[in-house]
């Protein structure tokens, strides 16, 4: 039996001194590292809960949406009025429209191709890369550089015509026809010239 208890007394004084080094530990550190970051983090409610607020209350004196490329704004978001009876197309067009320009650059850097009447009034870019920009019916802001004259049709201002810019961007609420050849009324958010720059060789 003594055998038994000279071997028994060193297991039970490592266990004893096991268990009180391990609570000498967790007196210095926070019980698990997730619970740590979680209690020093801030807590981020309104980013998780900006689902429930409509981008217009943020923005009830601005013309601008920001963060409309956001993954939590609907399309409705971006929809002020419909045309009349236009309802599911003018949807679809704005579902596109998003989806277009979710991925282009701020600013593009493109050359101004001039400006032109299909069905409605398109104002054109086109990038290195071959990609045409239509700021047609946008609420644009050309500062200083008067691209195009207004004299029944838009003249070229052949100054700036072949010119390149830096296109600064956002949308903008924006009033214009539409859509597939219709004059409907609509208003919503459209990529927007803010700011151009242009390029001096």
């Not at 998780?48 to 956001?70: C, E, I």
């Not at 600013?107 to 032109?116: D, K, L, R, S």
């Not at 201002?157 to 296109?167: D, Q, R, S, T, V």
């Amino acid at each position: 039996m003594n055998n038994y208890r000279l071997a028994f007394l060193p297991a039970v004084f490592f266990f004893v001194t096991s268990c009180a080094n391990h609570n000498k530990t967790n007196i210095n550190t926070p019980a698990d590292s997730l619970t740590a970051g979680v209690h020093t983090k801030p807590d981020d409610s309104a980013v998780l809960k900006s689902d429930s607020h409509t981008p217009d209350s943020a923005t009830a004196n601005s013309d601008t949406l920001p963060l409309l490329n956001g993954h939590h704004v609907k399309t409705d978001d971006f929809i002020q009025q419909y045309p009349a009876g236009q309802k599911a197309g003018f949807r679809h067009y704005m579902d596109l429209l998003r989806k277009e320009w979710q991925n282009v650059p701020n600013p593009i850097t493109a050359t101004y191709q001039g400006n032109e009447f299909g069905d409605y009034h398109h104002i054109l870019f086109e990038a290195a890369n071959g990609v045409t920009y239509d700021f047609g019916q946008a609420n644009n802001n050309y500062g200083p550089y008067k691209l195009h004259e207004l004299s029944g049709q838009y003249a070229d201002n052949p100054k700036f015509l072949g010119k390149k810019f830096n296109i600064y961007w956002d949308w903008k609420l924006t009033d214009f026809l539409c859509c597939d050849g219709e004059y409907g009324k609509a208003k919503a958010y459209l990529p927007s010239i803010t700011k151009l720059e242009l390029i001096k060789k």
